[in-house]
């Protein structure tokens, strides 16, 4: 167990739709990452928060936001879902800055996503 | 820019072969160095890492060198078990106002009894 928590474990829903993941980091963990994986793009970054704030981001679409909330938890917010947005969502967290772990990330259970 | 790049799998052996799955890397300043495991159905969990050149990582076995003149860190294990059928990911980390990671494409290793 990573100490990172992500619900839900799955999600079904149509295209056209919205949908929330919600992701808590480890305790004591101020940044937080969100990771596509899908069959035939392999594992994509897709935006870092640091303690609230957008610290990096990858491959985003504008369909797809996120924010970090006072508590630190986070949430990706996936709208007008189309058929190719179907993959596992991933958050992650680590400790930055900090001398000690150089960037080790800790990667919660993951969201299936499946648009029909 | 700053990339990874991994063998591709799948990776197929018998229990007890020796592993190598390749690992080389760009990128500009000093990027420590890092490699996940998957195994089905979960989330990436550390396997090991190394920081500085010439740091070697292990854990379970399985062993990497952080190797500055070849920019590589490929991974190898003695002699692989079922259990260690998962999927590989080398990956990087630097520190440019903020841990920036960036990932291989992954391989997949099979192991048969």
């Known amino acids: 167990d990573s100490g990172v928590t992500q619900t839900p474990k799955h999600l079904i829903t149509a295209t056209g739709q919205r949908v929330t993941l919600r992701c808590s980091p480890r305790s004591g963990d101020l940044s937080v990452y969100w990771y596509q994986q899908s069959l035939d793009q392999g594992l994509q970054f897709l935006i870092q928060y640091y303690n609230g704030e957008e610290r990096a981001k990858g491959n985003i679409l504008e369909r797809f936001s996120a924010q970090q909330f006072p508590d630190l938890h986070s949430e990706l917010n996936l709208s007008s879902l189309e058929l190719g947005d179907s993959a596992l969502y991933f958050c992650?967290?680590?400790?930055?800055?900090?001398?000690?772990?150089?960037?080790?990330?800790?990667f919660g259970p993951g969201t299936r996503l499946t648009v029909l | 820019g700053n990339s990874v790049t991994q063998m591709e799998g799948p990776v197929t052996l018998s229990e007890e072969a020796f592993l190598t799955i390749n690992c080389t890397y760009t990128a500009t300043g000093y990027p420590s160095l890092f490699w996940y495991v998957q195994y089905p159905g979960e989330g990436l969990q550390l396997l090991l890492k190394?920081?500085?050149?010439?740091d070697k990582g292990s854990n379970k076995g399985f062993e990497a060198t952080y190797r500055k003149e070849t920019t590589s860190f490929h991974l190898e294990k003695g002699s692989v078990q079922v259990s260690d059928s998962a999927v590989y990911f080398c990956a990087l980390t630097l520190e440019t106002g903020g841990f920036k990671t960036i990932f291989g494409a992954g391989t997949r290793l099979f192991v048969k009894a």
């Open positions: 992650a967290s680590s400790v930055v800055p900090s001398s000690g772990n150089r960037g080790e990330q800790f």
């Open positions: 190394a920081t500085k050149a010439d």
